[in-house]
């Protein structure tokens, strides 16, 4: 049996909410230059429902300002800033950075939030090292796309991490994120999730069941399974009289499987794949990541 986390998710009870959970502003330590009404205005102007003003080691409490008729909420959260960086999402206080990770990843997930690791690839390949990334349990996911880092050094790309995590049976989830720091930050990567409402609490439980996909400009139209066969659809954002994407199917391993190019495609579903992420990608080099459809028992 194959589960399917988008499984009947593509209908008029589930919005498609525009979000970013890596976003500095109002601190006045260099790493941010903007205000926080500043950005709030611009990531409402671009049309996003959830945003997380996570800061470096410093807690900003913005969702007490949510009200039921804001087309954005606000979620709370921070980046935990030592050697290595993690979004603490869900929370409403600082960590110390004496602390282990696992530690806080723990008590994060015991107080309902949730854990994502931060530009696994940034400066040098292993800015998180493979053994990290395995040794930590029960964190919610990874930055597989990371807006910022296009014009810094590394990578912002981590789908060969990912891979080597989903292979190795652990269910991690790829996020899309702005990291944004200056204005020319925004809407460069973002996470799309599939929930009922924009509230903080919907929409961490639609992340948690995998309902969510990473992107930097394309939007998921269709994901099901039918049969034997794994189907995706995808579109642009903005209309367009374009009609093929690049769809790429990729196995256990990072193996790919199939690439397509047309207005959908699908893959054949094969217990020996393990689990199946789409890349889809469009002739302006916008791309989305889906989260895995995976075998009912591969991971742990």
């Known amino acids: 049996m194959w589960i399917n986390p988008y499984e009947n998710r593509f209908n008029d009870d589930f919005m498609q909410i525009r979000s970013n959970f ?3 502003a109002g601190q006045i330590d260099g790493c941010s230059v903007n205000t926080i009404a500043d950005t709030t205005a611009l990531y409402e102007k671009l049309g996003y429902g959830l945003l997380c003003i996570s800061n470096h080691n410093r807690f900003t409490p913005m969702q007490q300002t949510n009200k039921p008729d804001m087309p954005m909420k606000f979620l ?42 931060c530009h696994p690839n940034w400066i040098r390949e292993d800015f998180w090292t493979n053994e990290s990334l395995l040794t930590l349990t029960d964190y919610s996911g ?8 296009s014009r810094l050094e590394g990578s912002g790309i981590a789908t060969k991490e990912w891979d080597m995590l989903l292979t190795a049976g652990k269910k991690v989830w790829g996020f899309g994120t702005d990291d944004y720091h200056w204005q020319s930050d925004a809407g460069k990567a973002f996470t799309m ?23 930097t400009g394309l939007k998921l139209v269709r994901l099901s399974v039918e049969g034997n066969r794994l ?8 209309k367009t009289h374009l009609k093929n994407y690049t769809y790429r199917f990729y196995g256990k391993e990072g193996i790919l499987l199939k690439e397509d190019f047309a207005p959908s495609s699908y893959c054949e579903l094969k217990k020996e794949y393990g689990y199946i992420r789409i890349q889809v990608i469009n002739e302006e080099g916008k791309m989305l990541w889906t989260q895995p459809v995976y075998v009912e028992q591969w991971f742990d």
């Open 142 to 149: 990874i930055e597989i796309v990371n807006g910022v880092i």
């Open 193 to 215: 999730i599939l929930s009922r409402l924009n509230s903080p609490d919907d929409c961490l439980k639609a992340i948690n069941e995998g309902a969510h996909y990473a992107s």
């Open 22 to 24: 890596h976003t500095h």
């Open 231 to 238: 189907y995706c659809e995808a579109s642009r954002m903005i």
């Open 76 to 117: 709370d959260g921070y980046e935990h800033t030592c050697e290595q960086h993690m979004l603490c999402l869900g929370v409403n206080k600082e960590y110390d950075i004496t602390l282990p990770y696992q530690d806080i990843i723990d008590d994060v997930n015991k107080n309902n939030g949730l854990v994502i690791l």
